[in-house]
């Protein structure tokens, strides 16, 4: 028996077949709407509209508040979000724990005020020295090797005072005209920039090795904390800041390992 035409057509021309859809009046028969389609074609559109509210229903679950109203999901994000902030939290206060401790290292340095001999009539002196919560300490001399360094000098001034443990005196005073630039006496970073009522504006710069230098009374200081400085870069300007002043200057120490020493044994003024 031999296979009928409508057999042998293939589905491509199924699909391609071409319908009409009429809607007629109920009480005239007439036609109302008719539209004219393939199954192809009817398959396309059912297949985009799928897509295209998938797609918009996607959109409005991650990018608007709607997705807190699916239960599960809003709970899951703001766990997510509490978690993040917890660690960043965690961080923040072991960055803290850590800046404590070196700022109160820098204030030793700045504003020692634990000042022992370290037996009856000894004249050795001693200073404070944060370390691990507790005070050790470290004694002052001058003969800790820094010839080796090329110490810029801070500025070409005059000696008005010297370096004197014996008065608390850790540095040196530097006379020199209004306005000069004070430098750094070498590469370092710059750990303190800030005023008090004592020593005005002051700013202090780490350096290699764990020498630090200080530099106090300046009318302006013309760096921030964390700023790279280079040897011989203006960080200052020399001034008249603070109580314990009585003329335009700059009071200039240099520390190492936490100990003073006096700035004249490594340079020439």
Not at 51 to 68: D, E, N, S
Not at 234 to 243: F, H, L, Q, S
């Amino acid at each position: 028996m031999a296979d009928s035409p409508e057999k042998k057509r293939s589905l491509k021309e199924k699909l391609t077949d071409r319908y009409r859809l009429v809607i007629l009046d109920d009480d005239t028969l007439g036609e109302i709407k008719v539209q004219r389609f393939t199954f192809f074609g009817l398959f396309a559109v059912i297949t985009f509209m799928t897509l295209l509210v998938g797609a918009l229903t996607y959109l409005l679950v991650a990018f608007t508040p709607i997705k807190y109203l699916i239960p599960g999901y809003g709970e899951i994000e703001s766990n997510k979000t509490y978690l993040e902030l917890i660690e960043k939290i965690d961080g923040l206060e072991k960055d803290i724990s850590t800046q404590r401790v070196y700022t109160e290292s820098i204030k030793n340095i700045l504003n020692p005020s634990h000042i022992k001999p370290s037996k009856e009539g000894d004249s050795s002196m001693y200073v404070d020295n944060y370390s691990t919560n507790e005070y050790n300490y470290a004694k002052i001399s001058n003969d800790i090797d820094l010839n080796h360094y090329y110490f810029c000098k801070p500025i070409e001034g005059v000696v008005s005072a010297e370096f004197d443990i014996g008065i608390e005196h850790y540095g040196i005073d530097l006379v020199a005209p209004k306005d000069t630039p004070v430098k750094s006496i070498l590469d370092g970073v710059v750990i303190n920039a800030d005023w008090s009522t004592n020593t005005g504006n002051t700013i202090s710069i780490q350096h290699d090795n764990n020498i630090v230098s200080v530099y106090k009374h300046n009318s302006v200081l013309l760096k921030n904390i964390g700023e790279k400085v280079s040897s011989c870069e203006a960080i200052a300007i020399i001034g008249n800041t603070g109580k314990l002043t009585s003329g335009p200057h700059v009071h200039f120490e240099i520390w190492n390992d936490g100990i003073a020493v006096n700035p004249k044994e490594y340079l020439n003024f």
